[in-house]
């Protein structure tokens, strides 16, 4: 069965220094990962995937993530934090040849200035 | 280009009446799903359509809960009779499927928030 683990219910982190959200995931066969934003009342949009190849790959707004698969981790990550990066963080796992995304509980990144 | 369309945004009503939330996808996704989000239960996967017709509805909570999909512009999510543990956030969101990988992802509206009192 597949599972998405983000260990980290808030994030705090100061503007201007880096920021890592964590995810774990389990699934049968190869992985498809994403990572969504969710602001306040709005729908989650999609940050970035991780489908095949570079295990970095980079996204919206300066994100980046991590691919391990000994890990079997996909930690979202990003240099310098902005305050306008405060949101609700969710990962998400599909393995290939499904259709079934199964999302992580999200985690809430604040950002202080 | 125009992005998921949810109506209403926000809609209070009494318990037992019936509720019809709508979305429209965006133009050439061929992959339809609707979420439901709370609290204390997270995102939840309620039903998935590919290309107009209904492939799992196991997330669907009971029979009080249909969804259709007439064609490939208007998708309906109904709640008949509603109860107050039906409140939540509803989202719709599509994807376009090329069939060999399904890579692509999702595109979410900004939601229904349904009160139910």
């Known amino acids: 069965a597949q599972s998405v683990a983000q260990p980290e219910d808030q994030v705090n982190v100061a503007e201007g220094n880096p920021l890592t959200v964590k995810c774990t995931y389990s699934?049968?066969?190869?992985?498809?990962l994403f990572w969504y934003v969710q602001y306040p009342n709005r729908g989650l949009q999609f940050l970035l995937k991780?489908?095949?190849?570079?295990?970095l790959v980079k996204g919206s707004y300066g994100f980046e993530a991590e691919f391990n698969k000994s890990q079997t981790s996909f930690h979202l990550k990003k240099p310098s934090a902005l305050v306008s990066d405060s949101a609700l963080y969710f990962c998400?796992?599909?393995?290939?040849?499904?259709?079934?995304?199964?999302f992580g509980a999200g985690t809430r990144l604040f950002v202080k200035a | 280009d125009a992005g998921v369309i949810q109506s209403p945004r926000h809609e209070v009503t009494e318990m037992g009446q019936e509720v019809t939330l709508r979305c429209k996808p965006i133009?050439?996704?061929?992959?339809l799903f609707w979420y439901r989000q709370t609290m204390m239960r997270g995102l939840e996967l309620l039903i998935y359509?590919?290309?107009?017709?209904?492939?799992?509805d196991s997330g669907m909570p009971e029979d009080r809960f249909s969804a259709k999909m007439p064609n490939a512009s208007f998708s309906t999510l109904k709640i008949q009779p509603s109860e107050p543990r039906d409140s939540a956030v509803y989202f719709c969101?599509?994807?376009?499927?090329?069939?060999?990988?399904?890579?692509?992802?999702?595109?979410f509206g900004d939601g229904t928030r349904l009160s139910i009192l």
């Open positions: 991780y489908i095949t190849g570079d295990n």
């Open positions: 699934v049968s066969g190869n992985p498809y």
């Open positions: 969101a599509s994807s376009f499927d090329a069939g060999r990988g399904l890579d692509q992802p999702q595109h």
């Open positions: 133009s050439g996704h061929n992959s």
């Open positions: 359509f590919n290309n107009n017709v209904p492939i799992d």
């Open positions: 998400a796992v599909r393995n290939t040849g499904g259709f079934k995304t199964i």
